[in-house]
C-alpha cells in the first residue's frame, strides 16, 4: 500500500520510553509534519514512515523498537541475511532463521511446521506486556511475509493469519497487509501458506540481499505484488526524469505510455486513495529529503532542481510537508 495509517505511526515510536520526549524530532527528521497526524484518519506515505522506523531503531539501537525486555542491537538483522546464500529453498531459509533468532534473542520465538498441505510459521513473544498496542507482532508477520516473498521472487498466498490480541480498531488495515483470512485471541501469531512454496528455491543473489538488508525496512513496507500496480507503475514511468523535467510531465504524457485513457488513470489512483499530483508530490517530498540530507547544494539549487519557480514556492511546500523550512530541516543534519 502506498501510505499507512496514522496507528502505525503513532504506535510505532511508543517503544521509545524515556526517549518519548524524541517524538516531534524523530517525525520531523523521517519527513513528516507532526501537526498532520491530528486527524484520525491521516495517512503517511510509506517511504516516510519506513524512515520513521529506521530512525526509532536507530535512536534505541533496537531493531525490535522498544517492544521486547531485551534489544535486537543494529546489524541482528544483517548478521542474520549473511547466511541466507546457504539456503537452497524456502524451508532451508525459515528454518535457518528460527533457529538464529531462538538463539539469539531470549524474548522472541520461532518456529516452522509442516502438516499436510500447510506450513505454519508461529512467531511469538515471550512477554506481550511491552509490546501493549501488539505493533511488533504485526510487524513481524509483515516481515516474515514479505522477505520470503521476496527472496523466492514471487508473493506468497496467504491462506490465512492468526493473532494472539483481540480484534483491533484498526482491524481494516490488517486486512489491506494480510490479504487473507484473519482470526484473532489465538495461541501464537502465524502466517499459513501452502506447504508447496517451502520447496521454492531462493533466488536472489548474495549483493541482492546484501542490499535488500542496506535499504530496509523500505522494502518489507511494500505489498508482494505491489510492483503492479498502477501506482507504481507510474513511478517508474516518472522516475528516469530529472524532478525539474518531471513537474512539467502531464496526466496525458503518462496515459500515452500506458495506453490507457486519462479519466481511467484517474478513476483507478482514486480507487487507491491517490492521485496524479499525489504521486508526483511524494516524488519530490522524498528526492527534497535526499538533497537536503546528503549534499551541499543550496536551498535555490535544490529548488531549481526540483521544478520550482522559486526558492519561496520551494519553501512552502517543504514546510507542508515536514512543519520546517529546508534551511531548518537541514540544520537538523549538519
Known sequence: MATICRHHVLTSMSGLGDK????????TQAGINPSSLISENARVHTD?????????????????????????????FALMSDLIPQCLTLKDQLKQTARFYNLTHPNIEFDLKEYHKDAVLSISLTDNSYDAQHFLREFLLVIWHRFPSWLIGEPINLRSVEFSFAR???????NVMFPAAISYRQNSNRLIFDRRYLSKPI?????????????????????????????????RLLAPHGADRMANITLHDVAEQLFMSPQTIQRRLSDLGT???????????????????????????????????????????????TGLSPRKYRQMFF
Open 168 to 174: 483491533p480498531d484498526h482491524e481494516s488495515e490488517l
Open 20 to 27: 518519548k520526549r524524541h517524538q516531534s524530532t524523530l517525525l
Open 203 to 235: 533466488t536472489r543473489t548474495r549483493s541482492e540481499i546484501q542490499q535488500f538488508v542496506r535499504r530496509s525496512p523500505y522494502d518489507i513496507m511494500t505489498i508482494p505484488g505491489r510492483q503492479q500496480t498502477l501506482e507504481s507503475q507510474i513511478e
Open 275 to 321: 492521485s496524479f499530483n499525489t504521486i508526483k508530490e511524494n516524488w519530490r517530498r522524498e528526492r527534497a529529503i535526499k538533497l537536503l540530507q546528503n549534499s551541499q547544494l543550496s536551498i535555490e539549487a535544490i529548488s531549481e532542481r526540483l521544478g520550482f519557480s522559486e526558492a519561496r514556492s520551494f519553501t512552502r511546500a517543504f514546510k507542508t510537508w
Open 48 to 76: 516516510q514512515v519506513a524512515r520513521l522506523f529506521q530512525l526509532v531503531m536507530i535512536t534505541l539501537n533496537d531493531e525490535f523498537m522498544g517492544f521486547t525486555e531485551v534489544p535486537s542491537k543494529m546489524g541482528t
